[in-house]
């Protein structure tokens, strides 16, 4: 059983139409059984005490900021700062997915107030590029996360790169992908902005742009009211740079270095998530660190499951992904990141042919 399908003619209906039905009812199966369990149940103590925990921790950072005024150990607040901000981009993440209230109206606005007002981003630009890259984890061509960009993550990406300059900086672009990381925390700002901004559609496009301006505008002037301009820029620097860094290193380890799914090529649900997904193992701080998206194979499978139930779930779907035979990635943290550097320049140097790897072998038709 391999759950991968060619989009070519000659695989007919007749043939594939016993594995489509075996392979939903792998997924059905494991939902059953997670059902039953009782972790598809709402967290609201976990998420009340973090949404009024973060609420408070900010206000008072601002606080403490404004007492200890002007002065370089200012860039340290900067660091604590974006540390916090992290964690309320976790939160966001958690509430656009629904997994804090049954209430579609009270996630909604719940990630619109965290996302947009507290962290100064986009939900609209965020969720409409967050919701292609779940439908289809390292599709080719599908997959937002795996575009051609300033890193290559595919050897049709890195081959596209044709300046001699281009070429060795693609061939050594994974000991650069961490220090880039640097540069998230603004990306993420201007792209939220740009697509408010924009002509396409936003669903609440004043209210994201109220609240964006309101959050970066006070923002802006606490900075430059409390610190001299100097100071003023080099803290902001440090917030946006640090930020960047902690919301890289906690998203590039769950699907770079997996396989990549290339084009006309149809895989079913289960093993589209959990083939292209890596966890990572620890304890505690890893969850806190990491937002709960070390267990990536679950809150792919999952996306509306409250955080605190992922820790719990995680052995109930592997346990079924070995009754079915589908390989289930975990590894530690320092393993994911040397994993990704070294996956992204054996791309650059066009020497990854990810369908011929030890995964995706038992996948193909």
């Not at 209230?101 to 965290?114: A, D, P, Y």
């Not at 803290?235 to 902690?246: E, N, P, R, S, Y």
Request: hydrophobic share 45%; net charge positive.
């Amino acid at each position: 059983m391999t759950g991968i399908e060619s989009t070519a003619p000659e695989v007919t209906a007749t043939r594939t139409a016993p594995r489509r039905e075996q392979y939903v009812s792998d997924f059905t199966a494991l939902t059953q059984r997670i059902q039953q369990a009782g972790y598809m149940r709402r967290a609201y103590g976990y998420y009340w005490t973090k949404l009024i925990g973060l609420t408070a921790a900010g206000l008072a950072l601002a606080v403490a900021f404004v007492l200890i005024g002007d002065t370089w150990w200012q860039l340290l607040t900067a660091a604590v700062l974006a540390v916090l901000m992290t964690q309320i981009a976790f939160l966001g993440h958690d509430a656009a997915h629904r997994q804090i209230f049954v209430s579609g109206g009270w996630n909604e606005w719940v990630s619109l107030v965290v996302v947009n007002l507290y962290a100064g981003m986009g939900l609209g630009w965020w969720q409409h590029k967050h919701t292609k890259h779940h439908a289809a984890p390292n599709a080719v061509g599908t997959d937002p996360d795996i575009d051609p960009g300033i890193v290559a993550f595919t050897p049709e990406a890195a081959g596209s790169r044709r300046t001699p300059v281009t070429r060795w900086l693609t061939e050594r672009q994974g000991w650069f992908f961490y220090p880039l990381l640097l540069l998230e925390g603004l990306n993420l700002h201007v792209q939220g902005l740009r697509r408010v901004l924009g002509r396409r559609p936003v669903k609440r496009r004043g209210v994201e742009l109220s609240f964006i301006l309101a959050r970066l505008i006070s923002y802006t002037v606490l900075v430059f009211v409390v610190l001299p301009p100097g100071k003023a820029v080099a803290f902001i620097g440090v917030q946006l740079a640090v930020f960047g860094l902690t919301m890289g290193l906690a998203f590039a380890p769950n699907h770079i270095g997996m396989p990549v799914v290339p084009r006309g090529i149809k895989v079913d649900f289960l093993r589209r998530q959990v083939l292209m997904s890596r966890n990572i193992s620890g304890g505690r701080w890893v969850d806190t660190l990491m937002g709960g998206l070390n267990f990536q194979v679950e809150h792919h499978l999952f996306p509306s499951m409250a955080r605190p139930h992922l820790r719990r779930v995680a052995p109930l779907v592997r346990a079924h992904c070995d009754e079915i035979g589908v390989r289930y990635t975990s590894t530690t943290l320092a393993q994911a990141y040397k994993a990704v550097t070294s996956h992204i320049n054996q791309v650059g140097r066009g020497g990854t042919d990810v369908w011929a790897c030890p995964v995706t072998a038992q996948l193909r038709v």
